[in-house]
């Protein structure tokens, strides 16, 4: 249970960072941060990997950028589900997704 709040906080970390560094995401107060975080860990946890095994084959063709993708619509999809999250248009998904996915990696490195 402790690994999936860190997890959860590392994810409201990312978040926040990509709301402050890309103009087209939104987040109006820390409940909603940590609220989109929770669903976000739980999108990852149960929607992502049936996601990945479906689109394996256009992952394999695009040397697995297409995760990327993935990771954008995922975190379109908690924006739609959230209220007070908002996403101005895909290239502002995507951007948020590389930062929370950067900020993902390097948060479990320093927690191993």
């Known amino acids: ?3 999936f709040l860190l997890r959860a906080l590392i994810a ?3 978040l926040w960072i990509a709301t402050q560094l890309v103009d087209g995401l939104s987040i109006t107060d820390p409940l909603t941060l940590v609220l989109a975080a929770i669903l976000l860990g739980v999108c990852n946890a149960f929607v992502r990997p049936i996601l990945v095994i479906l689109t394996l084959p256009i992952s ?3 040397l697995g950028l297409f995760l990327l993708v993935i990771n954008a619509g995922l975190l379109g999809l908690v924006a739609l589900l959230v209220p007070n999250f908002t ?3 895909f290239g502002a998904a995507l951007l948020g997704a590389i ?3 950067i900020t993902g990696l390097i ?3 320093l927690t191993k």
């Open 1 to 3: 249970m402790t690994k």
């Open 12 to 14: 409201a970390l990312g």
């Open 60 to 62: 394999i063709l695009t």
């Open 87 to 89: 996403i101005s248009g």
């Open 99 to 101: 930062i929370i996915s």
């Open 107 to 109: 948060g479990s490195l």
